[in-house]
């Protein structure tokens, strides 16, 4: 009989066709394998119907280790007489599936071992196979073949190429292929010198070590480096360098080991740097490597996972600080003449050209989940599946951290972290992700979702694809995206939400951000929130979380904010225009991340925001020595959970300790926001409770919250594929606007 079979998952670059023709060589079946496209494998197999069986049943459980299959198709047909099993040439892309390209893979043992043992792959910086390697970052269209790659411009010396076409070897159609003789070559530029191969490496290693500052090529753009010591003064360099004075800067450490040193590791937290993925994790600090992250107690830390990396820690024994390399709101740069604008003392990169920029992605694991702070490298472009009908909805997210996500044949693809697309060059990024994804997944808009804020470049982006197009467009409110995307990752029809963050663009105009809401995904209501207060300046209150407090508190604080002169930038005068500002603007939020920054401010832990979050995660590493003094039971008048109550109350304590109050204020918030969540689901008579949104990743909210729900019998719920802030908000925003298109 004849089985024929298509496959839907990651079944391509991941070494599934090899796999596939081992297995029939081995069972004695006859027929073809081969890549569809953008729609998965098609097998057909011609034998005995017991044997077909076994087939089948050994795809699916010892299919190679990234493959992940989503679907099966089986059908029986008239036999036609194959005489061998061979793999087919790929079809062109033509109909349209979920099968897409795998993400990007750190490099894998073997090749690690090939870098030692063999000849042609000695030190040779890009090894890589069928396992591991590039793949995302260098697709520019399917089918996945090397034609289709940037690995287009090197022709494969005789040695590879008998590699590549050796059903045998585990290099076999690895389209990223190659060794020291036939692909890209590695150079560096120092002090107008040019040095290749392997001197490129070493001599970098010994810059490094020196302490020279250099921008290196990695897989999705560069990075720019230094070592990482207990004196500190080579990250002070950089930091004058790129003018950041505040922002942490991630790690790269050489091996596990070395992570140890300087950090605490869990296990769950070891599986997750050690994955192929290899994503930046957030680690608590055991020593401080000065002017790394300052303020915060963890680093955000990763392991190499490229050739390149290996070879450059031979020589080193110290972390690296591995930054990406952008301007201040940028993208990552991802080109050779870019890159020759920043300051450094040498760039070691190599001629193979990234197709797609993507950074490193980055994780933390809060209240035993794992949180993606940002999701990119290593995840994109893997599908996550909706259990709803779906129609094909592109959303575009909102401002911050934004990525966009196409939803189809029900699953979601979401799109590198694009950044903060407040600036032109964000947009166009975002243009261009789009546009690569749109021609990745064939897909065929129908309707298109945005923030419900009118000003966004996203949101006028959207206005004019929907117009472009003539589809419908959705406008969806904030923290309702926010609530919807925990609820579609876990398949809840209904729940209550907690949703806090830092802003977002309320149904009465005002700065929404400390909610709850019920939602049964198309459809939201919002139930209570944190206390309004005014913001003194609007966005220089986010800037300068003083003025947030002086929005608190008013003018019964006057004297205590003229104490704190130096906190303005232009001195009195500024406070005298900030009271004013206090009587008269008409600006209110309910944010839970403005309420941290002024409390930060309040404590005089932070007043001046240099990155997205600062005050709040300071405010949270403060706390972590803290204790509950305060031991505030939460005042909640109707829906409103009163916050000023908490401010007065820290302000008129601030002789205890600032750790203890710093606890005891995230303690309040935590437990006032369960409380009135847990009053309105029994009101709706609901159990399921998501969290979500970028003050969601604090620790002490999320783990005070999830305690208090688990307790009193509810189901506590947090996003683990997409992330729980801004990057992820695309993705709610899509199954919205999919709900109410059904609806
Ligand atoms: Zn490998
Ligand atoms: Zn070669």
């Not at 080991?257 to 590791?265: C, D, E, F, H, W």
């Not at 579609?488 to 977002?504: H, M, Q, S, V």
Request: charged fraction near 30%; aromatic fraction near 8%.
């Amino acid at each position: 009989m004849l089985a024929h079979i298509k496959v839907n998952g990651i079944v391509q670059g991941v070494g599934f066709r090899p796999f596939v023709y081992r297995l029939a060589k081995k069972l004695n079946l006859k027929g073809y394998v081969l890549n569809l496209g953008d729609a998965g494998v098609e097998i057909e197999v011609e034998g005995d119907k017991k044997t077909i069986k076994i087939f089948i049943k050994k795809i699916k459980e010892e299919k190679p280790p990234l493959a992940e299959i989503n679907e099966i198709k089986i059908e029986y047909r008239k036999e036609k007489g194959y005489e061998d099993f061979i793999i087919r040439k790929s079809k062109d892309a033509k109909g349209r599936n979920t099968s897409i390209i795998p993400p990007d893979i750190s490099i894998c043992n073997e090749c690690i071992e090939d870098m030692e043992k063999q000849k042609r792959r000695k030190n040779y910086f890009f090894t890589t196979c069928t396992n591991c390697g590039p793949r995302f970052t260098i697709i520019k269209r399917l089918p996945y073949d090397r034609p289709n790659t940037t690995m287009d411009e090197f022709e494969m010396c005789e040695e590879c190429k008998k590699e590549y076409t050796n059903p045998l070897d585990r290099r076999y159609h690895a389209q990223t292929i190659a060794c020291k003789r036939c692909g890209p070559k590695i150079f560096l530029e120092y002090k107008n010198e040019i040095f290749e191969g392997e001197e490129a490496i070493w001599k970098s290693s010994a810059l490094l070590k020196e302490g020279k500052i250099i921008a290196i090529k990695g897989i999705g753009g560069y990075h720019i480096a230094c070592i990482a010591t207990e004196e500190g003064k080579e990250v002070k360099r950089l930091r004058k360098i790129l003018g950041r004075q505040q922002k942490p800067f991630a790690l790269m450490a050489k091996d596990l080991q070395m992570v140890k040193k300087i950090a605490y590791v869990s296990k769950e937290e070891e599986k997750i740097l050690s994955s192929y993925i290899k994503p930046i994790v957030l680690l608590n600090k055991k020593i401080e490597l000065p002017y790394v992250a300052p303020g915060l107690h963890n680093y955000g830390i990763m392991l190499p996972y490229t050739g390149l990396h290996i070879l450059l820690f031979k020589e080193i024994d110290s972390p690296l600080v591995m930054t990406s390399a952008n301007y201040p709101g940028l993208p990552i740069i991802y080109d050779e003449e870019e890159i020759k604008g920043m300051k450094v003392d040498a760039i070691l990169f190599y001629n193979r050209k990234i197709w797609q920029r993507c950074d490193d992605s980055i994780m933390r694991r809060v209240a035993g989940k794992n949180l993606l702070i940002r999701r990119s490298r290593g995840f994109v472009p893997t599908a996550i599946k909706v259990a709803m009908k779906t129609r094909d909805i592109l959303a575009v997210g909102a401002e911050e951290n934004v990525t966009a996500c196409f939803l189809l044949n029900q699953h979601a693809f979401l799109t590198q972290h694009i950044g903060h697309v407040q600036h032109l060059e964000n947009l166009e990024f975002l243009k261009k992700a789009i546009e690569h994804f749109s021609n990745l997944l064939n897909f065929s808009i129908e309707a298109i979702a945005c923030d419900l804020h009118p000003a966004f470049l996203t949101t006028r982006y959207a206005e004019e694809i929907a117009e472009e197009k003539d589809i419908e467009i959705f406008r969806i409110q904030h923290h309702h995206a926010h609530v919807a995307k925990a609820m579609a990752e876990y398949g809840l029809e209904e729940a209550i939400g907690i949703a806090i963050d830092g802003f977002g663009y309320g149904s009465d105009a005002k700065a929404w951000g400390g909610e709850i809401l019920f939602s049964n995904i198309a459809e939201y209501e919002r139930l209570g929130h944190l206390q309004y207060h005014k913001m003194p300046g609007g966005d220089k209150a986010t800037q300068y979380p003083i003025r947030m407090l002086a929005g608190i508190l008013g003018n019964e604080i006057a004297d205590f904010i003229c104490e704190r002169e130096y906190v303005f930038p232009h001195g009195k005068n500024e406070i005298e225009v900030i009271l004013k500002q206090v009587e008269k603007e008409k600006l209110l939020t309910s944010s839970c991340g403005r309420l941290l920054d002024a409390i930060s401010s309040l404590l005089d832990i932070c007043h001046k925001m240099d990155y997205e979050g600062e005050p709040a995660m300071k405010l949270e590493s403060v706390a972590r020595k803290g204790k509950d003094v305060l031991q505030l039971e939460p005042i909640i008048k109707g829906n409103v959970i009163e916050t000023k109550y908490l401010v007065e109350q820290i302000y008129e304590n601030l002789r205890l300790k600032k750790e203890d109050l710093a606890y005891s204020a995230q303690e309040y918030i935590a437990k006032a926001l369960a409380t009135l969540a847990m009053q309105k689901a029994d009101e709706y008579g609901i159990k399921n409770m998501v969290i979500a949104g970028g003050c969601a990743y604090n620790e002490h909210l999320t783990t005070k919250i999830k305690e208090m729900l688990e307790k009193n019998g509810y189901k506590f719920f947090i996003n683990e594929k997409v992330p729980c802030g801004d990057g992820g908000i695309s993705f709610g925003q899509a199954v919205v606007a999919n709900k109410k298109l059904f609806d």
